[in-house]
């Protein structure tokens, strides 16, 4: 995780409790299917492209047959190896801060807003496993879209100041056993 942190607009009053960013390159990897069959349709559509060109220009054939590949080989572009850049230029403006009354969320590739959530709105969070150290969380809050915290490293450390709702802080009962 990159040592670089960001200004963030506090309140009277409020500490930042814990602040990140996601794990480079969890986050830019995170979609890898994806990419990989992106860069597989790229390829293959840039060799349509060069065999169309050639049979344009050697044989007369019409403009059709390499303008195709041309929208394909764009479009796939952006899946694959498009994709993997544009994430990786995301990842620098990403930042996560948590202080004692908001999350405070600022992941904008254009502009510098922070989106803010208010902590006595948390509802709940649920989680996807990257990792032993490594996961995202989806945050929900009170009259909001849910937001995920991306490829957190060592979220114990986010987790511990986030409230307890009463149903996460009671330990389920266990049936006892009877013979």
């Known amino acids: 995780m990159s040592q670089k942190s960001c200004e963030w607009p506090l309140d009277e009053d409020e500490i930042v409790l814990w602040q990140g960013r996601p794990a480079p390159r969890c986050y830019t990897f995170r979609h890898w299917l994806q990419a990989t069959i992106g860069t597989i349709l790229f390829l293959a559509c840039s060799f349509w492209l060069m065999v169309g060109v050639q049979l344009v220009r050697a044989h007369g054939y019409s403009w059709w047959l390499a303008f195709a590949p041309v929208l394909l080989a764009v479009a796939a572009f952006f899946v694959g190896p498009g994709q993997l850049i544009f994430a990786r230029r995301r990842w620098e403006k990403i930042f996560y801060?948590?202080?004692?009354?908001?999350?405070?969320?600022?992941?904008?590739?254009?502009?510098?807003?922070?989106?803010?959530?208010?902590?006595?709105?948390?509802?709940?969070?649920?989680?996807?496993?990257?990792?032993?150290?490594?996961?995202?969380?989806?945050?929900?809050?009170?009259?909001?879209?849910?937001?995920?915290?991306?490829?957190?490293?060592?979220?114990?450390?986010?987790?511990?100041?986030?409230?307890?709702?009463?149903?996460?802080?009671?330990?389920?009962?266990?049936?006892?056993?009877?013979?």
């Not at 405070?104 to 509802?123: E, I, P, W």
């Not at 929900?140 to 979220?155: D, R, W, Y």
């Open 97 to 179: 801060a948590l202080t004692n009354r908001r999350l405070l969320v600022r992941n904008r590739l254009f502009g510098n807003r922070a989106s803010v959530y208010q902590l006595c709105d948390y509802k709940h969070f649920k989680q996807k496993k990257y990792g032993r150290q490594l996961l995202s969380l989806r945050l929900s809050f009170k009259g909001s879209p849910p937001i995920v915290l991306e490829c957190l490293e060592h979220p114990e450390n986010f987790l511990e100041h986030l409230p307890k709702k009463e149903s996460e802080s009671k330990p389920k009962s266990v049936p006892e056993n009877t013979v």
